[in-house]
Nanobody, 128 residues
Framework: QLRLVESGGGLVQPGGSLRLSCAAS????????VGWFRQAPGKEREGISY???????????EYVDSAKGRFTIVRDNAKNMAYLQMNNLRPEDTAIYYC??????????????????WGQGTQVTGSS
């Protein structure tokens, strides 16, 4: 069974960058759509991005509009890892960030419940 573990969170100054990591074990990550979500205190969990695989084997990415230009999802299938590169961070990016997988047949960044397999999360705190 696929297991996911996030790391790389921390305290970051406004305008700073972080790269979050998602380590997969128990299965090969390249067989799965993998995504990143976040949950701020008192708010609903929200989607950021996911990387999916087409039937022909090529990979593609999807982003919510608010993440475009600042956040980038990256896969390293050889290492069984996924990453979220976050740039120009703001205090409002403060949240617990989660890696998630297993969303077939529907992968919907506006509905976190379409993803069934979750890591434990990593805290990102943007200082003001």
């Amino acid at each position: 069974q696929l297991r996911l573990v996030e790391s790389g969170g921390g305290l970051v100054q406004p305008g700073g960058s972080l790269r979050l990591s998602c380590a997969a074990s128990g299965d090969t990550l390249d067989q799965w759509t993998v995504g990143w979500f976040r949950q701020a205190p008192g708010k609903e969990r929200e989607g950021i991005s996911y990387s999916g695989r087409r039937d022909g084997g090529t990979f593609y990415t999807e982003y919510v509009d608010s993440a475009k230009g600042r956040f980038t999802i990256v896969r390293d299938n050889a290492k069984n890892m996924a990453y979220l590169q976050m740039n120009n961070l703001r205090p409002e990016d403060t949240a617990i960030y989660y890696c998630a997988a297993d969303c077939s047949p529907v992968c919907d960044l506006t509905n976190w419940r379409t993803f069934r397999n979750w890591g434990q999360g990593t805290q990102v705190t943007g200082s003001s």
